[in-house]
């Protein structure tokens, strides 16, 4: 069993600056295909953004490309997503998941661990 916890959300205002953890317990963190999805008010969970296990291949959703960056530092077991230029769009519940299966993340609705969210909010 894998836990996942996620950090670093809070409140910005819009044009600011965020980045958020996501550490995993496991020492076998490089062996995970990792992801980051968002629910914002009212809408469905969505995919955001994802990066392979050694951390060479990334991939982002259209609407945060050029401004949400995906890295992980597997010596840490930890994965993080730099978010800029903020707009009150990203609000929402930021959460990151990992999937041995390195399925294609558009469309696995059920990756086998999944971390409770954190909390970002973007006031304009």
């Known amino acids: 069993q894998v836990q996942l916890v996620e950090s670093g959300g809070g409140l910005v205002q819009a044009g600011g600056s965020l980045r ?73 519940v930021y959460s990151c998941a990992a999937d041995l299966r390195c399925l294609d993340w558009r469309s696995n609705k059920y990756p086998q661990y999944r971390g409770p969210g954190t909390q970002v909010t973007v006031s304009s």
């Not at 930890?78 to 903020?86: G, I």
Request: charged share 20%; with cysteine; proline share 3%.
């Open 20 to 92: 958020l953890s996501c550490a995993a317990s496991t020492r076998a963190f490089g062996d995970y295909c990792m992801a980051w999805f968002r629910q914002g008010p009212g809408k469905e969970r969505e995919y955001v953004a994802a990066i392979s296990g050694t951390g060479r291949v990334t991939d982002y959703v259209n609407a945060v490309k050029g401004r949400f960056t995906v890295s992980r530092d597997n010596a840490k077991s930890t994965m993080y997503l730099q978010m800029n230029n903020l707009g009150p769009e990203d609000t929402a």
